[in-house]
């Protein structure tokens, strides 16, 4: 099984959808939890960190499910500008030097 | 100010070549890291330094050889280039701590002809 496994996609969703997107790790004891974003032919950025509790910023909602091993984001009122590539990324316990990364999940939005 | 810069953006040479990528991060950050991602779009940590010390090699080529000559360098140097090498390679850097954000530089993409 991968450290992290996220669905390749591509999810084509018309501006204004709501869309989610899940990640599955294999290390029970991993410690934290992000969303990267990868722009074409550009270097990945956070999107947001992924907190025990759930968190949210303006149009996107993280979560993190600690039983099942999954993590989530959710998109709200899709725009055009969110057309990139999702990059579930995983601390290993002890919140050591290596993240894993997940292959991405790729999401166009059009019109 | 740039927080992860690399040089060269683009690297085209031949099969066999030697070549070396540079990378500076002015973050203050003791960590710094190497990633290949292919043609397949899959990110893969190659080596990370903190501190300029190496703590993870993950069973890359010996023609791969990072050198940090301060933590906040980190250069990569290929030697006898092969067609496989072709990728977009990036420079990250990281203050340790669980939740603490990795940045990357804007890659360097490398062909190899």
């Known amino acids: 099984r991968k450290e992290v496994e996220q669905d390749p996609g591509p999810f084509n969703v018309p501006e204004g959808a709501t869309v989610a997107f899940n990640c599955t790790y294999s290390?029970?004891?991993?410690?934290?939890f992000f969303w990267y974003r990868q722009d074409c032919r550009k270097e990945p950025k956070l999107l947001m960190s992924?907190?025990?509790s759930g968190n949210e910023d303006g149009r996107f909602t993280a979560q993190l499910n600690r039983a099942s091993q999954y993590i989530s984001l959710l998109i709200r009122d899709s725009k055009l500008s969110d057309s990139a590539t999702y990059l579930c990324?995983?601390?290993?316990?002890?919140?050591?030097?290596?993240?894993?990364f997940g292959t991405g999940t790729q999401l166009k939005v059009e019109l | 100010d740039t927080a992860v810069s690399q040089t060269p953006k683009y690297l085209v040479t031949q099969m066999g070549n030697d070549k070396s990528i540079k990378c500076e991060q002015n973050?203050?950050?003791?960590?710094m890291y190497w990633y290949k991602q292919d043609s397949k779009k899959f990110l893969k940590i190659m080596f990370s330094y903190n501190n300029k010390e190496l703590i993870i090699n993950e069973t890359v080529p010996n023609r791969f050889s990072p050198k940090s000559p301060d933590k906040a360098h980190l250069n990569l140097h290929i030697n006898s280039l092969e067609l496989g090498d072709s990728a977009v390679y990036f420079c990250?850097?990281?203050?340790?701590?669980?939740?603490?954000?990795?940045?990357f530089g804007p890659g360097t993409r490398l062909t190899v002809l």
């Open positions: 973050l203050g950050h003791d960590t």
């Open positions: 290390n029970s004891a991993s410690q934290s």
């Open positions: 990250a850097s990281r203050e340790l701590g669980s939740y603490n954000e990795q940045f």
């Open positions: 990324v995983v601390n290993p316990p002890g919140g050591g030097n290596k993240l894993t």
């Open positions: 992924v907190y025990s």
